[in-house]
Nanobody, 122 residues
């Protein structure tokens, strides 16, 4: 069992930055791949980024590539998402999730956090 709690969301102007954190509980955090997803009002959930259990592999959605960075600290049981050069279209609730495989498919993630709101003003 893994429980996930996101933090770090907020209101930021376009071009600004935020760091989202996702703290996990449970003994097996380091064995899970972790992903970040987002969902804007009226839109489907969208994959943002994912990272392997070791941190050696990452992937990003084209819409955030070069602007967002995913990382993890297994000793702290935390995964991060650095959001830079934010745009109004990045506004969404951001969720972290844990999966036994490195994937962008949300259906393959077993555990989800409650989400944190990111709002980017123009």
């Amino acid at each position: 069992q893994v429980q996930l709690v996101e933090s770090g969301g907020g209101l930021v102007q376009a071009g600004g930055s935020l760091r989202l954190s996702c703290a996990a509980s449970g003994r097996t955090f380091s064995s899970y791949a972790m992903g970040w997803f987002r969902q804007a009002p009226g839109k489907e959930r969208e994959r943002v980024a994912a990272i392997s259990w070791s941190g050696s592999r990452t992937f990003y959605a084209d819409s955030v590539k070069g602007r967002f960075t995913i990382s993890r600290d297994n000793a702290k049981k935390t995964v991060y998402l650095d959001l830079n050069s934010l745009k109004p279209e990045d506004t969404a609730v951001y969720y972290c999730a844990a999966s036994t495989v490195l994937t962008g498919q949300s259906g393959l993630y077993d555990y989800w956090g409650q989400g944190t709101q990111v709002t980017v003003s123009s």
